[in-house]
């Protein structure tokens, strides 16, 4: 499998499980595979994969030139790039979850959960004011 093949399956993958929260967050396929962690548990898991079988040379995170060394290698590029999937995923279902308890109007949530699928802290920001707004406490995950 190439590192393209690979992108375009987990994007989409990732695009369905978003899907499923903004527009069916109730349902029990969405309760099942996404609110519960499945869906970034398997983009987790594929981060592992990727990262076991093609991250070759050691990981320089102390300065941006050994950053982009390290991401010159397209599949921990493509690493990076499931990894933002997972993790972003994984704050739009907590999002989902405390807007539900917080009584937040789905319609309020949907933009909150698009930040934060394409900008991540963006819309995690975004959602935050919202939640404080409604009276929700400070951050917490």
């Not at 996404?34 to 990981?59: C, D, E, K, Q, T």
């Not at 397209?74 to 308890?101: Q, R, S």
């Amino acid at each position: 499998m190439t590192p393209e093949l690979t992108f375009k399956l987990a994007s989409n993958f990732a695009i369905i499980g978003w899907l499923l929260l903004a527009g069916l967050p109730n349902a029990r396929v969405t309760k099942l595979l996404v609110r519960n962690g499945v869906w970034p548990l398997v983009l987790s898991g594929l981060y592992l994969l990727i990262l076991a079988f093609h991250a070759r040379g050691g990981f320089d995170f102390g300065s941006l030139e050994g950053v982009t060394k390290l991401f010159s290698n397209p599949w921990v590029l493509l690493a990076g790039w499931v990894h933002y999937l997972a993790f972003d995923l994984f704050v739009g279902i907590w999002e989902t979850k405390e807007a539900e308890v917080l009584g937040i109007s789905r319609w309020i949530l949907i933009p909150c959960l698009f930040f934060t699928l394409m900008f991540g802290p963006i819309g995690y920001l975004l959602f935050q004011i919202v939640r404080w707004r409604k009276g929700g406490s400070h951050a917490s995950i």
